[in-house]
Nanobody
Framework: VQLQASGGGLVQPGGSLTLSCAASGFTLEYYAIGWFRQAPGKEREGVSC?????????LYVDSVKGRFTISRDDAKNIVYLQMNSLKPEDTAVYYCATRPSCSLLSGDYPVWGQGTQVTVSS
């Protein structure tokens, strides 16, 4: 079971980025994928979650509602995080993780991918 996060980079405030979380070793449609972020000196924070294909629910932390959109392509085993209207406070290392059902609590997730850095700066 592996997760591979990618798509991070440097973007100006107001810009957009799309992160990808590629899953391997399991069938993505039966699992939830959560996106988390950790800024220097801060605790890891739940950003968004996409539930299983059968459930279809999505969750967002309040600070990203209306700006970030999570989506999944179960055929490709990939979950995306579209991030628009980025702010400097969105700067962090972003991680994806998986578990059977959605949660924004990092302690609930047993399987994690490596992080991808997102820097929002002019």
């Amino acid at each position: 079971v592996q997760l591979q996060a990618s798509g991070g980079g440097l973007v100006q405030p107001g810009g957009s980025l799309t992160l990808s979380c590629a899953a391997s070793g399991f069938t993505l449609e039966y699992y939830a994928i959560g996106w988390f972020r950790q800024a220097p000196g801060k605790e890891r924070e739940g950003v968004s979650c996409s539930s299983t294909r059968a459930d279809g629910r999505t969750l967002y932390v309040d600070s990203v509602k209306g700006r970030f959109t999570i989506s999944r392509d179960d055929a490709k085993n990939i979950v995306y995080l579209q991030m628009n209207s980025l702010k400097p406070e969105d700067t962090a290392v972003y991680y994806c993780a998986t578990r059977p059902s959605c949660s924004l609590l990092s302690g609930d997730y047993p399987v994690w991918g490596q992080g991808t850095q997102v820097t929002v700066s002019s």
